[in-house]
C-alpha cells in the first residue's frame, strides 16, 4: 500500500502567493486566507496516512500552529508550501512513532484503543501482522524473554530466576527485542510515505 508524497500535483495560484507574501510581510490577518486554504489539504494529507481523524485534525492544527510560530523561517512564497507539507510529514512520522511504541509497550493487551472506522482497522491488522512476523523472527530466547515480560507481567528480575540467566541479559534481551519490533514496524509505516 504504497503511498505517494501527496502535495506534488499541487500548484499554488499567484493570489495564494500574494497572500503567504503579504502575512511573511507583517500583514498577520492575511494568515486566517492561508489557513483557510490548507486547512482542508493538511486534514486530508494527514487522514489518509494516520487513519484516524482526531489524530489527523490534532495534525494540522500543530502543523498550522508550527507555521506560524516559525514563519520566519519560510524564506520565499513559492517555498511555502513544501515547507508547510514537511512540517505534516513530519509530524505524521512523530504520530507513528508513538503508534509503534504502543504497540511494543507493555501495557498494549489490556489498553490498545479499539479501532473505530474501516481503514483504523486495516492498518490496525497491518500493523498487528509486522508485530507477529517481527516477532516471530527473533531467535527462540529473545523472543521468549520478551513474552515473558509482555504477556506474563514478569519483571526482569523474576525472569532471570526463571531462566537461570542475570537480570541483566534479561533487560538487553528485552531492549534488543523491542528495538528490532519498532525498527520493523517504522519501515513498514515510513513505506507508505515512499
Known sequence: MAIL????????SIQMIAHISSWLQGNEPAFKLVFDHYYPRLYKYAVRYVKDETTAEDI?????????EKKHLVKEAETFENYLFT???????QSWKQQVEGWVSIEHIQDSPVATTQTDVLLTRELEDIYHKSLSALPEQRRRIFLLHRNDKLTYKQIAQQLDISPKTVENQVGVALKHLRAA???YLSSLLL
Open 5 to 12: 508524497w501527496g502535495n506534488s500535483n499541487h500548484h499554488m
Open 60 to 68: 494540522t492544527m500543530q502543523v498550522l500552529a508550527r507555521i506560524w
Open 87 to 93: 512540517i505534516a510529514r513530519n509530524q505524521i512520522i
Open 185 to 187: 514496524m517504522m519501515n
